[in-house]
């Protein structure tokens, strides 16, 4: 009998070297796999153990009956078993495929008042958004995610929105290269172009997407260091980036994906520290530089020095979510040499769970934008009136149909003054999933 423990000892050095194997792999798929394939193993072995024992007992010149052929038939097919378990669990580790995921939306507004041209009342295709996030190695990842969705005019756009390319230096900093998006403030980074994922329907306008009112570079093409750094009063997260500048063309920021049109580059970095003493906040600052040339008709009419520094606060409990960010711009007139101009802007959204899956969330946001600066008077004149002051007050409702899917309910009151300083009221309900 033995040779038969002898085997159990490498069957559990098997199933000893599958169970760590499928500790290290991120494939929930799998694991759930593994573990059932484990659970399952565990009860043949319990099995053979009591079976051995019983042949144990024999005496020790009985021969070999079908019964023990049959254990030792078990006990290799189980090796072999796991054996091929513990290898593909090893390779799942480091060949990880190419991982599809997006989302969809689609939804309804209806507005009271006489809302700007660039928005409509209706129902509404939202964004199909799909994301692929390839690891070519262990140090060597790279995310791609595209986007198609539909404009005020009808026409349907496709923009590749992030292009990233990332190596991890190691546990502290990951340094990526192409098209990614802008770390500034806290929500431009955690809450993407799917819709499920934030609490909301809508951005806050003054951060919404550079085609959507957004008065902010939203996207960057370039090169981007980010990490955290554990301290002894808490977690210290940090971002660095340099990158083409924007232009400015008929009011809408431009990325400049294929190099930036003067010779002045964008830089900036945000840093949040995460306090041991209050679990769930993070505080943190930002700032933003760059030099934007604005054109109309493919005209060079304004060059501004953008100059924007902010804060930003965000705290999470099994109940609350908090965002909060300000934002202020100095920015000068830098081709007629007008001035040095100041603005601000800002937002504050809360959410809270009333009930299971049932969320109830507002948001104030306002702009007090000069009028004399450039980079917003361009923004105003040209197709939309973007660069112009508002305020707006937001509530609304979530229900989280399972961890995938959300049925969302939004009222909004917003004063523009572009748009001759009237109130125009929205009604929002959509319908979000993610895969």
Request: charged letters at 20%; glycine letters at 10%.
């Amino acid at each position: 009998m033995g040779t038969k423990h002898f085997r159990l000892s490498l069957l559990a050095l098997g199933l000893a070297s599958a169970f760590s194997a499928m500790a290290q792999t991120s494939d929930a798929d799998r694991l759930k796999s593994l573990e059932a394939k484990f659970g399952q193993s565990m009860a043949v072995i319990e099995q053979l153990q009591k079976r051995i024992s019983e042949l144990e007992q024999s005496k020790s010149g009985v021969a070999a009956t079908p019964s023990t052929t049959s254990v030792d038939s078990r006990v290799e097919t189980l090796e072999k078993s796991m054996t091929e378990l513990a290898s593909s669990s090893s390779k799942a580790t480091t060949d990880v495929g190419l991982p599809l995921h997006g989302f969809l939306d689609t939804g309804y507004a209806k507005a009271s008042g006489t809302p700007p041209s660039y928005d409509r009342s209706g129902f509404r295709l939202g964004t199909f958004d799909i994301y692929l996030t390839p690891q070519f190695s262990d140090r060597v990842k790279g995310l791609v995610e595209l986007a198609f969705e539909y404009g005020a005019d009808g026409g349907l756009g496709t923009d590749l929105e992030r292009l990233q390319l990332g190596y991890v230096v190691n546990d502290n900093m990951t340094l990526w290269a192409g098209r990614f998006h802008t770390p500034y403030g806290y929500w431009n980074t955690a809450f993407h172009h799917g819709a499920q994922i934030q609490t909301s329907i809508t951005r806050p306008r003054m951060i919404a997407f550079e085609d959507q009112g957004g008065i902010l570079p939203s996207h960057t093409v370039g090169a981007w260091a980010t990490g955290k750094l554990d301290t002894g009063v808490g977690r210290v997260n940090y971002d660095a980036f340099v990158g083409n500048s924007d232009s400015m063309r008929d009011g809408t920021l431009d990325y400049n994906a294929s190099g930036y049109d003067n010779s002045t580059p964008s830089m900036g970095f945000n840093l949040g520290i995460s306090p041991k003493a209050v679990p769930g906040l993070t505080l943190g600052m930002h700032a933003v530089t760059e030099k934007i040339n604005m054109y109309a008709a493919n005209t060079l009419v304004e060059q501004s020095s953008l100059q924007v520094t902010g804060a930003y606060a965000f705290y999470e409990s099994d109940n609350w979510e908090v965002i909060a960010e300000y934002y202020s711009f100095n920015n000068q007139d830098t081709l007629k040499n007008t001035g040095t101009f100041s603005s601000t802007a800002g937002f504050v959204q809360a959410g809270f769970q009333v009930a299971n899956r049932l969320t109830a969330f507002a948001r104030y946001e306002k702009a007090d934008l000069n009028k004399n600066d450039p980079y917003f008077s361009q923004m105003a004149n040209g197709t939309t009136n973007f660069g112009s002051s508002y305020n707006q007050s937001t509530v609304g409702l979530r229900y989280d149909l399972d961890p995938r899917s959300a049925l969302k309910l939004q009222l909004e009151q917003i004063t523009d003054d572009g748009n001759a300083g009237q109130s125009v009221n929205w009604l929002r309900a959509q319908y979000s999933v993610r895969f």
